[in-house]
Protein backbone atom coordinates (compact mmCIF):
# COMPACT_ATOMS: atom_id res chain seq x y z
CA UNK A 1 0.00 0.00 0.00
CA UNK A 2 2.78 2.48 0.97
CA UNK A 3 4.53 1.53 -2.24
CA UNK A 4 1.04 2.08 -4.22
CA UNK A 5 0.71 5.80 -3.21
CA UNK A 6 4.31 6.72 -3.27
CA UNK A 7 3.87 5.55 -7.31
CA UNK A 8 0.58 8.02 -7.25
CA UNK A 9 2.33 10.94 -5.34
CA UNK A 10 4.89 12.96 -7.23
CA UNK A 11 6.23 15.09 -4.34
CA UNK A 12 8.28 16.96 -6.02
CA UNK A 13 5.61 18.35 -8.21
CA UNK A 14 3.10 18.08 -5.24
CA UNK A 15 5.36 20.37 -3.22
CA UNK A 16 5.43 22.81 -6.41
CA UNK A 17 2.31 22.97 -6.53
CA UNK A 18 1.47 23.68 -2.59
CA UNK A 19 4.15 26.60 -2.30
CA UNK A 20 2.78 28.04 -5.48
CA UNK A 21 -0.78 27.76 -4.50
CA UNK A 22 0.40 28.83 -0.81
CA UNK A 23 2.34 31.78 -2.28
CA UNK A 24 -0.66 33.45 -3.86
CA UNK A 25 -2.90 33.06 -1.12
CA UNK A 26 0.01 34.98 0.97
CA UNK A 27 -0.09 37.56 -2.15
CA UNK A 28 -3.99 37.34 -1.60
CA UNK A 29 -4.21 37.98 1.87
CA UNK A 30 -1.48 41.03 1.53
CA UNK A 31 -3.29 42.78 -1.22
CA UNK A 32 -7.08 42.71 0.76
CA UNK A 33 -4.81 44.05 3.87
CA UNK A 34 -3.61 46.90 2.23
CA UNK A 35 -6.75 47.06 0.12
CA UNK A 36 -9.23 47.39 2.91
CA UNK A 37 -6.30 49.95 4.89
CA UNK A 38 -6.78 52.19 1.82
CA UNK A 39 -10.46 51.87 2.15
CA UNK A 40 -10.48 52.73 6.01
CA UNK A 41 -8.68 55.34 5.11
CA UNK A 42 -10.53 56.77 1.96
CA UNK A 43 -13.56 56.51 4.37
CA UNK A 44 -11.78 58.32 7.43
CA UNK A 45 -10.71 61.06 5.00
CA UNK A 46 -13.99 61.37 3.20
CA UNK A 47 -15.61 62.06 7.07
CA UNK A 48 -13.98 65.25 7.31
CA UNK A 49 -15.69 68.56 7.31
CA UNK A 50 -13.29 70.33 5.01
CA UNK A 51 -13.51 67.14 2.51
CA UNK A 52 -17.09 67.78 2.29
CA UNK A 53 -17.08 71.41 1.75
CA UNK A 54 -17.67 73.40 -1.57
CA UNK A 55 -16.73 76.52 -1.37
CA UNK A 56 -18.19 79.23 -3.97
CA UNK A 57 -17.98 83.17 -5.14
CA UNK A 58 -21.16 84.69 -3.72
CA UNK A 59 -23.59 84.80 -6.45
CA UNK A 60 -27.54 85.55 -6.87
CA UNK A 61 -27.44 82.06 -8.66
CA UNK A 62 -26.36 79.96 -6.28
CA UNK A 63 -30.00 79.48 -4.63
CA UNK A 64 -31.23 77.76 -7.58
CA UNK A 65 -27.95 75.52 -8.32
CA UNK A 66 -28.45 73.67 -5.04
CA UNK A 67 -31.98 73.47 -5.89
CA UNK A 68 -33.25 69.46 -5.72
CA UNK A 69 -29.81 68.69 -3.18
CA UNK A 70 -31.66 69.97 -0.66
CA UNK A 71 -31.60 65.96 1.24
CA UNK A 72 -27.77 65.57 1.08
CA UNK A 73 -27.18 69.29 2.37
CA UNK A 74 -25.91 69.24 5.91
CA UNK A 75 -25.12 72.86 6.77
CA UNK A 76 -24.88 75.73 3.86
CA UNK A 77 -23.83 79.53 4.70
CA UNK A 78 -24.77 81.82 1.95
CA UNK A 79 -23.51 85.14 3.00
CA UNK A 80 -23.54 88.43 0.42
CA UNK A 81 -21.24 90.22 2.61
CA UNK A 82 -18.43 87.70 2.41
CA UNK A 83 -16.50 86.79 -0.93
CA UNK A 84 -17.54 83.55 -0.89
CA UNK A 85 -20.14 81.40 0.72
CA UNK A 86 -19.83 77.65 1.65
CA UNK A 87 -21.76 74.26 1.34
CA UNK A 88 -21.20 71.31 3.69
CA UNK A 89 -22.68 67.78 2.10
CA UNK A 90 -23.75 64.69 4.25
CA UNK A 91 -21.16 62.99 2.12
CA UNK A 92 -18.12 63.37 0.17
CA UNK A 93 -20.74 61.42 -2.64
CA UNK A 94 -22.98 63.86 -2.30
CA UNK A 95 -20.67 66.45 -3.31
CA UNK A 96 -18.81 64.70 -5.95
CA UNK A 97 -22.03 63.79 -7.65
CA UNK A 98 -23.18 67.13 -7.20
CA UNK A 99 -20.35 68.39 -8.71
CA UNK A 100 -21.03 66.42 -11.86
CA UNK A 101 -24.06 67.42 -12.30
CA UNK A 102 -23.74 70.82 -12.14
CA UNK A 103 -20.32 71.06 -13.63
CA UNK A 104 -20.88 73.66 -16.60
CA UNK A 105 -22.88 76.30 -14.21
CA UNK A 106 -20.02 75.45 -11.32
CA UNK A 107 -16.79 75.92 -13.57
CA UNK A 108 -17.15 80.05 -13.22
CA UNK A 109 -17.65 80.35 -9.75
CA UNK A 110 -16.43 77.40 -7.64
CA UNK A 111 -13.28 78.93 -5.35
CA UNK A 112 -12.11 76.09 -4.00
CA UNK A 113 -13.00 71.93 -2.96
CA UNK A 114 -10.71 69.67 -1.64
CA UNK A 115 -9.65 67.01 -4.03
CA UNK A 116 -9.11 63.69 -2.11
CA UNK A 117 -6.20 61.79 -2.64
CA UNK A 118 -5.62 60.33 -6.00
CA UNK A 119 -3.00 58.02 -4.79
CA UNK A 120 -5.17 55.79 -2.94
CA UNK A 121 -7.81 55.97 -5.46
CA UNK A 122 -5.64 54.08 -8.19
CA UNK A 123 -4.27 52.13 -5.25
CA UNK A 124 -7.32 50.65 -4.28
CA UNK A 125 -8.03 50.16 -8.27
CA UNK A 126 -4.91 48.20 -8.49
CA UNK A 127 -5.02 46.45 -6.04
CA UNK A 128 -8.92 45.27 -6.98
CA UNK A 129 -7.05 43.97 -10.09
CA UNK A 130 -4.49 42.44 -8.43
CA UNK A 131 -6.89 40.35 -6.16
CA UNK A 132 -9.24 39.27 -9.15
CA UNK A 133 -6.00 38.29 -11.10
CA UNK A 134 -4.77 36.03 -8.19
CA UNK A 135 -8.20 34.66 -7.52
CA UNK A 136 -8.44 33.60 -11.17
CA UNK A 137 -4.83 32.18 -11.25
CA UNK A 138 -5.65 30.13 -7.85
CA UNK A 139 -8.80 28.55 -9.19
CA UNK A 140 -6.78 28.29 -12.76
CA UNK A 141 -3.90 26.53 -11.84
CA UNK A 142 -6.13 24.50 -9.31
CA UNK A 143 -7.72 23.00 -12.19
CA UNK A 144 -4.90 22.46 -14.54
CA UNK A 145 -2.96 21.12 -11.42
CA UNK A 146 -6.01 18.55 -10.99
CA UNK A 147 -6.14 18.20 -15.03
CA UNK A 148 -2.05 17.36 -15.27
CA UNK A 149 -2.51 14.94 -12.35
CA UNK A 150 -5.33 13.10 -14.26
CA UNK A 151 -3.34 12.77 -17.57
CA UNK A 152 -0.48 11.26 -15.07
CA UNK A 153 -2.35 9.16 -13.61
CA UNK A 154 -4.06 7.94 -16.64
CA UNK A 155 -0.52 5.90 -16.84
CA UNK A 156 -0.31 4.77 -13.82
CA UNK A 157 -3.70 3.22 -13.75
CA UNK A 158 -3.17 1.43 -16.84
CA UNK A 159 -0.07 -0.44 -15.04
CA UNK A 160 -1.86 -1.67 -12.19
CA UNK A 161 -4.44 -2.81 -14.65
CA UNK A 162 -2.05 -4.74 -16.62
CA UNK A 163 -0.22 -6.07 -13.18
CA UNK A 164 -3.84 -7.70 -12.13
CA UNK A 165 -5.32 -4.82 -10.17
CA UNK A 166 -9.00 -4.81 -9.95
CA UNK A 167 -10.26 -1.62 -11.11
CA UNK A 168 -11.80 0.73 -10.04
CA UNK A 169 -12.04 -0.25 -6.33
CA UNK A 170 -8.51 -0.69 -5.57
CA UNK A 171 -7.21 2.54 -6.99
CA UNK A 172 -10.52 4.58 -6.12
CA UNK A 173 -10.03 4.36 -2.58
CA UNK A 174 -6.30 5.42 -3.34
CA UNK A 175 -7.69 8.24 -5.19
CA UNK A 176 -10.24 9.18 -2.20
CA UNK A 177 -7.35 9.00 -0.04
CA UNK A 178 -4.99 11.58 -2.17
CA UNK A 179 -8.45 13.88 -2.84
CA UNK A 180 -8.26 13.64 1.32
CA UNK A 181 -4.42 14.19 1.61
CA UNK A 182 -5.01 17.69 -0.50
CA UNK A 183 -7.72 18.76 1.19
CA UNK A 184 -5.62 18.43 4.61
CA UNK A 185 -3.35 20.44 2.64
CA UNK A 186 -5.87 22.79 1.76
CA UNK A 187 -6.97 23.06 5.08
CA UNK A 188 -3.85 23.96 6.64
CA UNK A 189 -3.18 26.59 4.11
CA UNK A 190 -6.67 27.94 5.03
CA UNK A 191 -6.04 27.88 8.77
CA UNK A 192 -2.75 29.50 8.43
CA UNK A 193 -4.70 32.53 6.75
CA UNK A 194 -6.92 32.42 9.59
CA UNK A 195 -4.13 33.03 12.10
CA UNK A 196 -3.26 35.94 9.89
CA UNK A 197 -6.91 37.17 9.90
CA UNK A 198 -6.95 36.70 13.59
CA UNK A 199 -3.54 38.75 14.07
CA UNK A 200 -3.69 41.41 11.52
CA UNK A 201 -7.25 42.61 13.25
CA UNK A 202 -8.83 42.26 9.44
CA UNK A 203 -12.28 41.49 8.58
CA UNK A 204 -12.23 37.81 8.95
CA UNK A 205 -15.19 37.32 6.46
CA UNK A 206 -13.87 38.95 3.61
CA UNK A 207 -11.06 36.50 3.36
CA UNK A 208 -12.73 33.70 4.62
CA UNK A 209 -15.36 33.78 1.78
CA UNK A 210 -12.84 33.98 -0.89
CA UNK A 211 -11.09 31.15 0.52
CA UNK A 212 -13.54 29.19 1.21
CA UNK A 213 -14.70 29.64 -2.56
CA UNK A 214 -11.25 28.32 -3.28
CA UNK A 215 -11.62 25.41 -1.58
CA UNK A 216 -15.08 24.69 -3.08
CA UNK A 217 -13.52 25.33 -6.46
CA UNK A 218 -10.24 22.63 -5.71
CA UNK A 219 -12.49 20.00 -4.22
CA UNK A 220 -14.86 20.32 -6.74
CA UNK A 221 -11.85 19.68 -9.45
CA UNK A 222 -10.90 17.20 -7.08
CA UNK A 223 -13.93 15.60 -7.13
CA UNK A 224 -14.52 15.49 -11.40
CA UNK A 225 -10.97 14.44 -11.90
CA UNK A 226 -11.84 11.17 -9.38
CA UNK A 227 -15.12 11.17 -11.06
CA UNK A 228 -13.33 11.21 -14.81
CA UNK A 229 -10.65 8.60 -13.54
CA UNK A 230 -13.12 6.49 -12.66
CA UNK A 231 -14.73 7.22 -16.01
CA UNK A 232 -11.31 6.25 -17.36
CA UNK A 233 -10.90 3.76 -15.49
CA UNK A 234 -14.26 1.05 -15.91
CA UNK A 235 -14.29 2.79 -19.75
CA UNK A 236 -10.88 1.14 -20.42
CA UNK A 237 -11.46 -1.84 -22.69
CA UNK A 238 -15.10 -2.45 -21.73
CA UNK A 239 -16.38 -1.28 -24.93
CA UNK A 240 -15.00 -4.61 -26.35
CA UNK A 241 -16.97 -6.48 -23.54
CA UNK A 242 -19.73 -8.63 -24.68
CA UNK B 1 -3.27 -22.39 -24.30
CA UNK B 2 -5.81 -22.60 -26.85
CA UNK B 3 -7.11 -19.90 -28.84
CA UNK B 4 -9.71 -20.92 -31.80
CA UNK B 5 -11.45 -18.73 -34.38
CA UNK B 6 -10.54 -15.92 -32.55
CA UNK B 7 -11.16 -12.02 -34.77
CA UNK B 8 -11.30 -8.85 -33.25
CA UNK B 9 -13.06 -6.04 -34.41
CA UNK B 10 -12.48 -2.09 -33.29
CA UNK B 11 -15.46 0.07 -33.51
CA UNK B 12 -17.44 -2.82 -34.54
CA UNK B 13 -20.75 -0.61 -34.18
CA UNK B 14 -19.43 2.56 -35.11
CA UNK B 15 -19.10 4.18 -38.45
CA UNK B 16 -15.81 3.09 -39.59
CA UNK B 17 -15.20 -0.72 -37.99
CA UNK B 18 -11.79 -2.28 -38.33
CA UNK B 19 -11.02 -5.51 -38.81
CA UNK B 20 -7.81 -6.51 -36.79
CA UNK B 21 -7.80 -10.26 -36.19
CA UNK B 22 -10.04 -13.22 -39.08
CA UNK B 23 -10.07 -16.34 -37.24
CA UNK B 24 -6.94 -17.01 -35.18
CA UNK B 25 -6.66 -20.58 -34.07
CA UNK B 26 -3.30 -21.02 -32.44
CA UNK B 27 -1.89 -22.81 -29.21
CA UNK B 28 0.94 -22.28 -26.90
CA UNK B 29 3.10 -25.10 -24.65
CA UNK B 30 5.02 -24.25 -21.29
CA UNK B 31 8.52 -24.73 -21.83
CA UNK B 32 8.38 -22.58 -25.69
CA UNK B 33 9.26 -19.48 -26.49
CA UNK B 34 7.28 -17.97 -29.44
CA UNK B 35 7.76 -15.37 -31.90
CA UNK B 36 4.66 -13.24 -33.34
CA UNK B 37 6.24 -11.49 -36.42
CA UNK B 38 4.35 -9.35 -38.81
CA UNK B 39 4.32 -5.71 -39.98
CA UNK B 40 3.13 -2.60 -38.72
CA UNK B 41 -0.51 -2.62 -38.11
CA UNK B 42 -1.22 -6.58 -38.51
CA UNK B 43 -2.53 -6.98 -35.38
CA UNK B 44 0.39 -8.02 -33.52
CA UNK B 45 -0.23 -5.79 -30.40
CA UNK B 46 -4.17 -6.65 -30.57
CA UNK B 47 -3.41 -10.84 -30.52
CA UNK B 48 -1.38 -9.96 -27.54
CA UNK B 49 -3.86 -8.16 -25.57
CA UNK B 50 -6.16 -10.61 -26.21
CA UNK B 51 -3.85 -13.57 -24.95
CA UNK B 52 -3.14 -11.51 -22.14
CA UNK B 53 -6.45 -11.15 -20.71
CA UNK B 54 -6.41 -7.10 -21.18
CA UNK B 55 -8.91 -7.02 -24.15
CA UNK B 56 -11.89 -9.54 -25.06
CA UNK B 57 -11.97 -10.97 -28.71
CA UNK B 58 -15.16 -9.95 -30.59
CA UNK B 59 -15.57 -14.01 -31.61
CA UNK B 60 -14.31 -16.84 -30.90
CA UNK B 61 -13.03 -19.18 -27.99
CA UNK B 62 -9.93 -18.84 -25.65
CA UNK B 63 -9.36 -21.23 -23.42
CA UNK B 64 -7.01 -20.96 -20.57
CA UNK B 65 -5.92 -24.10 -18.99
CA UNK B 66 -9.23 -25.77 -20.23
CA UNK B 67 -11.20 -22.96 -18.78
CA UNK B 68 -13.18 -20.72 -21.50
CA UNK B 69 -12.52 -17.17 -20.30
CA UNK B 70 -15.60 -15.49 -21.26
CA UNK B 71 -16.95 -17.02 -18.14
CA UNK B 72 -14.98 -14.94 -15.76
CA UNK B 73 -15.58 -11.60 -15.08
CA UNK B 74 -13.21 -8.82 -15.32
CA UNK B 75 -12.36 -9.13 -11.74
CA UNK B 76 -11.15 -13.07 -12.52
CA UNK B 77 -9.50 -11.69 -15.24
CA UNK B 78 -7.64 -8.98 -13.39
CA UNK B 79 -6.77 -11.79 -10.68
CA UNK B 80 -5.37 -14.19 -13.66
CA UNK B 81 -3.34 -11.40 -15.06
CA UNK B 82 -2.21 -10.96 -11.44
CA UNK B 83 -1.00 -14.48 -10.73
CA UNK B 84 -0.62 -16.33 -14.02
CA UNK B 85 0.87 -13.90 -16.62
CA UNK B 86 3.75 -11.34 -16.75
CA UNK B 87 3.45 -8.51 -19.15
CA UNK B 88 6.69 -6.92 -20.84
CA UNK B 89 6.73 -3.81 -23.37
CA UNK B 90 8.61 -2.02 -25.49
CA UNK B 91 8.46 1.52 -23.00
CA UNK B 92 9.15 -0.33 -19.68
CA UNK B 93 5.77 0.67 -17.82
CA UNK B 94 8.09 1.37 -14.88
CA UNK B 95 6.93 4.08 -12.53
CA UNK B 96 9.50 6.76 -12.09
CA UNK B 97 8.30 7.79 -8.56
CA UNK B 98 9.39 3.96 -7.33
CA UNK B 99 12.74 2.46 -6.97
CA UNK B 100 13.76 -0.34 -8.97
CA UNK B 101 12.72 -2.78 -6.20
CA UNK B 102 9.17 -1.33 -5.54
CA UNK B 103 8.66 -1.47 -9.20
CA UNK B 104 9.06 -5.19 -9.05
CA UNK B 105 7.35 -5.35 -6.08
CA UNK B 106 4.63 -3.41 -7.35
CA UNK B 107 2.60 -6.63 -8.52
CA UNK B 108 2.73 -8.81 -5.41
CA UNK B 109 1.25 -6.54 -2.78
CA UNK B 110 -2.10 -7.65 -4.12
CA UNK B 111 -1.05 -11.26 -4.52
CA UNK B 112 -0.71 -13.55 -1.44
CA UNK B 113 1.25 -16.09 -2.74
CA UNK B 114 4.32 -15.53 -0.41
CA UNK B 115 4.66 -13.18 2.69
CA UNK B 116 6.52 -10.30 2.21
CA UNK B 117 9.38 -10.86 3.27
CA UNK B 118 9.79 -14.07 0.81
CA UNK B 119 8.67 -11.59 -1.91
CA UNK B 120 11.43 -9.13 -1.15
CA UNK B 121 13.75 -12.07 -0.87
CA UNK B 122 13.05 -13.21 -4.14
CA UNK B 123 13.01 -10.35 -5.64
CA UNK B 124 16.40 -9.35 -4.29
CA UNK B 125 17.69 -12.86 -5.61
CA UNK B 126 16.55 -12.41 -9.02
CA UNK B 127 18.11 -8.15 -9.15
CA UNK B 128 21.16 -10.47 -8.32
CA UNK B 129 20.96 -12.94 -10.68
CA UNK B 130 20.31 -10.32 -13.68
CA UNK B 131 23.44 -8.70 -12.13
CA UNK B 132 21.12 -5.64 -11.08
CA UNK B 133 21.56 -5.52 -7.17
CA UNK B 134 23.36 -2.22 -6.99
CA UNK B 135 20.33 -0.91 -8.76
CA UNK B 136 17.99 -1.80 -6.34
CA UNK B 137 16.89 1.35 -5.27
CA UNK B 138 17.51 3.48 -7.99
CA UNK B 139 15.09 5.00 -10.27
CA UNK B 140 14.21 4.32 -13.57
CA UNK B 141 15.30 7.56 -14.59
CA UNK B 142 18.71 6.21 -13.44
CA UNK B 143 19.26 3.57 -15.26
CA UNK B 144 19.67 2.53 -18.83
CA UNK B 145 16.98 0.80 -21.43
CA UNK B 146 18.40 -2.34 -20.84
CA UNK B 147 18.52 -2.32 -17.10
CA UNK B 148 14.92 -1.08 -17.80
CA UNK B 149 14.39 -3.66 -19.10
CA UNK B 150 15.54 -6.31 -16.96
CA UNK B 151 13.59 -4.66 -13.87
CA UNK B 152 11.03 -5.06 -16.41
CA UNK B 153 11.53 -8.64 -16.33
CA UNK B 154 11.99 -9.57 -13.06
CA UNK B 155 8.45 -7.34 -12.30
CA UNK B 156 7.03 -9.91 -14.73
CA UNK B 157 8.60 -12.98 -13.04
CA UNK B 158 7.90 -12.04 -9.44
CA UNK B 159 4.29 -13.92 -8.78
CA UNK B 160 5.66 -17.16 -10.92
CA UNK B 161 3.48 -16.42 -13.86
CA UNK B 162 3.31 -19.45 -16.14
CA UNK B 163 3.13 -17.15 -19.67
CA UNK B 164 5.06 -14.27 -19.89
CA UNK B 165 4.19 -11.69 -22.92
CA UNK B 166 6.84 -9.33 -24.45
CA UNK B 167 5.43 -6.68 -26.85
CA UNK B 168 8.59 -5.60 -28.59
CA UNK B 169 10.71 -5.95 -25.40
CA UNK B 170 14.19 -4.71 -27.44
CA UNK B 171 12.31 -2.04 -29.43
CA UNK B 172 14.01 0.61 -27.60
CA UNK B 173 17.82 -0.83 -27.52
CA UNK B 174 20.51 -1.22 -29.13
CA UNK B 175 21.28 -4.10 -30.88
CA UNK B 176 23.88 -5.70 -28.28
CA UNK B 177 21.21 -4.92 -25.29
CA UNK B 178 18.82 -6.80 -27.91
CA UNK B 179 20.48 -9.46 -27.89
CA UNK B 180 21.18 -9.99 -24.03
CA UNK B 181 17.11 -9.36 -23.76
CA UNK B 182 16.36 -11.99 -26.09
CA UNK B 183 18.69 -14.79 -24.39
CA UNK B 184 17.06 -13.74 -20.87
CA UNK B 185 13.59 -14.20 -22.25
CA UNK B 186 14.89 -17.71 -24.03
CA UNK B 187 16.54 -18.87 -20.22
CA UNK B 188 13.40 -17.99 -18.85
CA UNK B 189 11.26 -20.15 -21.51
CA UNK B 190 13.94 -23.12 -20.12
CA UNK B 191 12.51 -23.17 -16.27
CA UNK B 192 9.02 -24.21 -17.93
CA UNK B 193 7.30 -20.67 -18.80
CA UNK B 194 5.74 -20.18 -22.15
CA UNK B 195 7.07 -16.80 -23.47
CA UNK B 196 5.82 -15.01 -26.41
CA UNK B 197 7.32 -12.51 -28.21
CA UNK B 198 6.07 -10.11 -30.24
CA UNK B 199 8.57 -8.76 -32.73
CA UNK B 200 10.06 -6.55 -35.92
CA UNK B 201 13.22 -8.15 -35.17
CA UNK B 202 14.25 -10.89 -37.57
CA UNK B 203 16.90 -11.56 -34.98
CA UNK B 204 14.55 -12.99 -32.73
CA UNK B 205 14.46 -15.89 -34.73
CA UNK B 206 17.23 -17.81 -33.73
CA UNK B 207 16.37 -18.07 -30.04
CA UNK B 208 12.56 -18.80 -30.83
CA UNK B 209 11.17 -22.69 -31.18
CA UNK B 210 8.02 -21.36 -32.77
CA UNK B 211 7.46 -18.80 -35.25
CA UNK B 212 4.09 -17.22 -36.42
CA UNK B 213 3.60 -14.42 -39.08
CA UNK B 214 0.53 -12.58 -38.91
CA UNK B 215 -0.74 -10.63 -42.19
CA UNK B 216 -3.79 -8.15 -42.16
CA UNK B 217 -4.88 -9.97 -39.05
CA UNK B 218 -4.52 -13.84 -40.56
CA UNK B 219 -1.95 -16.30 -39.36
CA UNK B 220 -0.01 -16.75 -42.57
CA UNK B 221 2.91 -18.75 -42.48
CA UNK B 222 4.42 -21.54 -39.36
CA UNK B 223 7.65 -22.00 -38.46
CA UNK B 224 8.81 -24.42 -36.28
CA UNK B 225 12.82 -24.81 -35.44
CA UNK B 226 13.23 -28.05 -34.26
N1 LIG C 1 -8.19 0.78 -29.92
C1 LIG C 1 -8.27 0.67 -31.26
N2 LIG C 1 -9.32 1.16 -31.94
C2 LIG C 1 -9.41 1.03 -33.27
N3 LIG C 1 -8.51 0.43 -34.03
C3 LIG C 1 -7.42 -0.10 -33.42
C4 LIG C 1 -7.25 0.00 -32.01
N4 LIG C 1 -6.07 -0.60 -31.70
C5 LIG C 1 -5.56 -1.06 -32.86
N5 LIG C 1 -6.36 -0.75 -33.91
C6 LIG C 1 -6.14 -1.13 -35.31
O1 LIG C 1 -5.98 -2.52 -35.38
C7 LIG C 1 -4.95 -2.87 -36.31
C8 LIG C 1 -3.90 -3.71 -35.62
O2 LIG C 1 -3.26 -2.96 -34.62
P1 LIG C 1 -2.10 -3.51 -33.72
O3 LIG C 1 -1.78 -2.47 -32.72
O4 LIG C 1 -2.48 -4.84 -33.21
O5 LIG C 1 -0.89 -3.66 -34.73
P2 LIG C 1 0.61 -4.11 -34.46
O6 LIG C 1 0.84 -5.28 -35.33
O7 LIG C 1 0.83 -4.27 -33.01
O8 LIG C 1 1.42 -2.89 -35.02
P3 LIG C 1 2.82 -2.32 -34.49
O9 LIG C 1 3.86 -3.24 -35.02
O10 LIG C 1 2.92 -0.99 -35.14
O11 LIG C 1 2.76 -2.24 -33.04
C9 LIG C 1 -4.40 -1.56 -36.84
O12 LIG C 1 -4.95 -1.35 -38.09
C10 LIG C 1 -4.86 -0.52 -35.84
O13 LIG C 1 -5.11 0.68 -36.51
MG1 LIG D 1 2.15 -3.22 -31.59
Do not use: W
Request: with cysteine; proline share 2%; hydrophobic share 40%.
Amino acid sequence: MRIIIKGLIDKPKLKKNITLIFSLILTLTFSFYTFYYFDLKKTENNEKIENRTLYFKTNASEKSLLKGFDDKIESQEINDSEDYSFVVFKTRDDLESFSLTKKDSLKDIVVNVTTTGQLENNMSLILQIVIIVTEILLVTLSIIFNLNYILNVKEEIFLYHVLGYKRPNTIGIIYIFLLFLSCIAICTLTFINYLICLITNLPIFIITSVIKANIISIIITNILSYIISIIYISSHNLNSLK
Amino acid sequence: MYLENISKIYDEKGSNPVIALKDITISFKPSTMYAIMGESGSGKTTLLNIIGLLDRATQGKYLLDNKDINDYNETELAKIRNNKIGFVFQNYFLDNKLTALENILLPTIINNKYSKDEYLKKAQNLLKEFGLSERANHNPKQLSGGECQRVAIIRALINDPEIIIADEPTGNLDSKHEQEIFKLLKDISRTGKCVIVVSHNSNIKKYCDEIFYLEEGTLTTYENNH
